[in-house]
């Protein structure tokens, strides 16, 4: 199926007055709570009805943003909806549970579906697209889109689009950084963002099992091709033994990268028995995307994930054969470094 342009009057249009459904994605993250929570409020300004749902549950570290508390479960979601608004992913199957809601719509009832996303998949659903690989976040489109149609951005929402962009960009520091992002931010913070309160709540607040799990990962990190690889794993019993969550892993795989040497940073995180959930960060010239997609995930060119299937070991043997084949072949073609 291919996907109109979603311009901002479109979306507009799509959205006003209808019953809204704004899924966050799995392992939802600072860009889209932020995305989600500020197109609720826009809804509310164009006689809609929100309604944000998240199938993984979602990260407390982002309970200081306004609406958060209002943010749903699928089990509690009912009614019928005239619109899907996929946020940060362009994918049903990166929406979870939350699928169900939209699978068990009547034929005739099938809400329309409508994507804004920042990420270069190949996959892509719905009858309206607004695709833009150049934003260093949803929330930098989202709020271009509030800006072009005059909807009010009030302190919180402001704090939701800031909350996003920071976090997307690793506080300023990722590649994707630029000039408009920081433009963007210098708006959110005359409309009420406060820098160092978002700073605070997102990276100063760690819980002692988020610190346990982190030290844990960094004593097992290993090498590979020459040390051009570092890797890491985490177990379950590691998560018992610390009392972390899976998300408490969330940002390990960034101290991978961080050791001199290193292009590709990998972290296997045990999900169950069959299967395993996979992140990559490479540092200059690897696309880690494209090593997602081919394990079935996706994501950036610095910054991707995959959930395979497959025991912890099997998996961690395919992917750093892989990924050191992926590194020889860039630096035999003369591109790397
Ligand atoms: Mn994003």
């Given at each position: ?29 600072g860009d889209?709570?932020g995305s989600?929570l500020a197109?609720?409020s ?23 943003l ?70 260093a976040a949803?929330c930098e489109m989202i709020f271009d889109w509030m800006i072009?149609?005059?909807l009010p951005i009030s302190g919180g929402v402001a704090t939701a689009l800031y909350t996003g962009i920071a976090t997307d960009t690793?506080f300023y ?7 408009g992002t920081f433009r963007r931010s210098a708006q959110l913070v005359q409309l009420g963002a406060r820098p160092h309160h978002v700073h ?138």
């Open positions: 199926m291919s996907a109109r342009e979603l311009t901002p009057e479109n979306l507009r249009e799509i959205l006003s007055g209808s019953r809204v459904l704004i899924p966050l994605h799995v392992a939802p993250d889209s709570i989600a197109v609720a826009a809804c509310r300004h164009l006689d809609s009805k929100p309604t944000v749902v998240s199938s993984d549950p979602v990260p407390t570290t982002y309970s200081f306004p609406g958060w508390e209002a943010i749903r479960r699928p089990e509690r979601v009912g009614g019928q909806f005239d619109v899907l608004l996929l946020l940060d992913c362009s994918s049903l199957s990166r929406i979870g549970r939350v699928r169900e809601l939209v699978d068990r719509a009547k034929p005739g009832e099938r809400p329309l579906i409508a994507v804004v996303d920042h990420h270069r998949t190949g996959e892509t659903v719905g009858d309206y697209l607004w695709s833009d690989a150049g934003a949803t072009d149609q005059g690793g520091a990722f590649p994707n950084t630029s000039a605070q709540k997102v990276n100063e607040e760690r819980s002692m099992a988020e610190i346990r799990i982190l030290g844990r990962a960094l004593e097992k990190m290993r090498v590979a091709a020459g040390g051009r690889v570092a890797w890491t794993e985490i177990t379950r019993s590691d998560l018992t033994d610390t009392g972390a969550g899976t998300d408490d892993t969330e940002g390990i795989v960034n101290h991978l990268r961080s050791v001199a040497g290193t292009e590709l940073a990998v972290i296997f995180v045990e999900m169950d028995t069959e299967h395993t959930k996979v992140s990559f960060r490479s540092r200059e010239y690897l696309d880690v995307a494209e090593l997602a997609r081919s394990f079935g995930g996706g994501g950036h060119a610095r910054a991707a994930g995959a959930k395979m299937s497959g025991s912890i070991a099997e998996v961690r043997k395919r992917v750093i054969e892989t990924g050191s084949r992926q590194l020889r072949l860039r630096e035999a073609g003369g591109q790397g470094k």
